[in-house]
């Protein structure tokens, strides 16, 4: 199938060319999404290993990751300037608020680690 | 005016208690059951033709009061309290009782935990077919009916009509019949009863052979019998839930000097006894229904952690426990330790969490260690003993459970290590990207 991989290989690189053009800011922060959802899916197949004993600690291990993921995703949401919804909100503003709920997520995630 | 007399009538009248306690702590150990004894008859004739069975109860120290069974003057109670603990219906033909019994009044004694035997014969009326009756036992109805075998009957010198029955088909249980066994048959002329078969307190302890039938032996049989073969009983005893119990006979004769010290061959058997089985018999069942044998009583119910002695108010799931209890069992003289294989303890929440049978030294002390489920709630230690001829043993004891507090759980576990790195990392991860996003270029 040489068209298939082809269509496969251009689209790819349209793909990346647009992703080229993305500012370094919003890079960052698809680098860290990405980071956390590695180490949540190595979490849960070393549940599927070990059993879910400590099953607490595995929540926490595995909802902090989702959960920085998740706030990640939408500071990028808030800071990318194409994003005409918060034009308004100041980048600053975006970053406070995303440092914020972080550290109510990590204290939560603290005490439910057991 | 408070004569001397007086001082000294009230001064004996206070120290009454005191020295009652001092007799107590002198005296034998107090048995499960009182020793007073009501014996109602009809003929005071009955005193001296059974004389051997009232011989062998005041021997074993009941205080036997007998009384005419239309005495004006009978009472079961006085001033709320019962003046007996026992009857013996001796009186068949009586059609109503004197003074203030009736069949109430002998029922509502049964339901207040005593004793009776009761016997009827052929001329039973209708009162003692009705107390029999709320006991479980239904009488035939048919007035003239007696039982009759034509094969296990007992070899009399005239050939009659074989309604003197030689039983020998007896209730397997020591408890009931004592651990000796009954060797020769016993000897039976009476009225032949059905149990109740919806009431599943009324045991059989003598019943009729496969041949008997219950019907009018001098006229012809018109039609078939309302009883027949082993259905009858001859003997039967029920245990009321309040370990009340009550023997019911269809022979008064059976009780008689004359059936307990004849001697029996049953027709078709070479075998001559010396003596019928009926002093035995009635010896060991009266033992029975006065519960000088098969009386249970549990006492010392302990629990406690293993490890501790001090009983706690509270469990915590998953703790090990130890459960103990001394069972014992009145023999007639003393508590002696019961031994059995087979005492369960259920620890219960709406259902049993666990049941396990407990072990015992032989000394009477039922023990079991388990662990407490991991489930919390109000438990409860339960103890539901009831075996054939023995009183029902119930009892429970309320402890609640409680989960793990905070700070019991396990910390720093090996398996969840991984977690913990991850949630630190997330943690690291956060302050890096938050300085590479504020600083990059």
């Known amino acids: ?114 | 005016m408070a004569t001397p007399r007086h001082l000294l009538l009230l001064l004996a009248l206070a120290l009454a208690p005191l020295l009652a306690v001092a007799a107590a702590e002198g005296a034998a150990e107090e048995g499960p059951r009182g020793r007073r004894l009501l014996v109602l008859l009809d003929d005071l004739a009955v005193r001296s033709s059974h004389s051997a069975f009232f011989g062998s109860l005041q021997a074993r120290g009941f205080d036997l009061d007998f009384r005419l069974a239309d005495d004006p003057k009978l009472s079961l109670h006085r001033y709320g309290q019962y003046l007996y603990d026992g009857l013996v219906l001796f009186a068949p033909s009586t059609p109503r009782f004197g003074g203030s019994v009736d069949q109430n009044a002998v029922l509502e004694f049964i339901d207040a935990g005593h004793d009776m035997i009761l016997a009827a014969d052929s001329s039973a009326s209708d009162l003692i077919r009705g107390i029999a009756t709320e006991c479980g036992v239904d009488f035939d109805e048919d007035p003239e009916a007696m039982v009759v075998d034509h094969i296990n009957y007992a070899v009399t010198d005239v050939d009659g009509d074989h309604t003197l029955i030689a039983g020998d088909d007896l209730i397997q249980s020591d408890v009931i019949l004592g651990s000796k066994k009954i060797e020769a048959p016993v000897l039976f002329r009476g009225i032949g009863h059905a149990v109740n078969p919806s009431n599943n307190l009324v045991l059989k302890v003598l019943s009729a052979s496969p041949s008997a039938y219950s019907a009018n032996p001098k006229t012809k049989l018109a039609s078939p019998p309302s009883l027949t073969g082993s259905a009858i009983s001859l003997v039967s005893v029920m245990q009321a839930r309040n370990n009340a119990r009550v023997l019911v006979s269809g022979s008064l004769d059976l009780f008689s000097n004359r059936f307990l010290k004849s001697g029996v061959q049953k027709a078709g058997s070479k075998k001559r006894y010396e003596r019928a089985g009926n002093e035995q018999f009635v010896t060991e069942t009266s033992k029975w229904v006065f519960h000088e044998r098969g009386h249970l009583k549990a006492v010392n119910v302990k629990h406690h952690k293993v490890g501790e002695t001090n009983e706690p108010g509270m469990y915590r799931i998953n703790d090990d426990l130890e459960y103990s209890v001394e069972i014992y069992e009145w023999s007639g003289t003393s508590w002696k330790p019961y031994v059995a294989d087979d005492v369960q303890l259920q620890f219960f929440m709406m259902s049993p969490y666990v049941l396990k049978t407990m072990s015992t030294d032989k000394k009477g002390l039922y023990s079991i260690s388990f662990k407490v489920p991991d489930v919390y709630g109000v438990f409860q230690f339960k103890v539901e003993y009831q075996r054939l001829g023995y009183t029902g043993l119930s009892f429970t004891k309320q402890i609640p459970v409680r989960p793990y507090r905070h700070n019991e759980y396990e910390r720093f576990i090996t398996s969840a290590y991984p977690y913990y790195t991850a949630s630190f990392s997330s943690m690291g991860a956060f302050f890096i990207f938050s300085f590479v996003y504020l600083y990059h270029k």
């Open chain 1, 1 to 114: 199938m040489p068209r298939a991989t082809s269509d496969a290989k251009l689209l790819i690189q349209s793909l990346s060319n647009a992703y080229a053009a993305t500012p370094t800011n919003l890079k960052i922060i698809d680098l860290y999404v990405i980071c956390a959802v590695a180490t949540a899916l190595i979490q849960v197949a070393y549940m599927g290993l070990v059993g879910s004993f400590p099953f607490n600690s595995f929540l926490s291990g595995v909802l902090s990751c989702i959960g920085t993921a998740v706030l990640a995703v939408c500071l990028r949401i808030q800071v990318n300037k194409d994003n005409k919804e918060f034009k308004d909100l100041p980048p600053e503003r975006a970053f406070a608020d995303f440092v914020l709920c972080n550290l109510v997520l990590h204290l939560v995630i603290m005490n439910f680690l057991g």
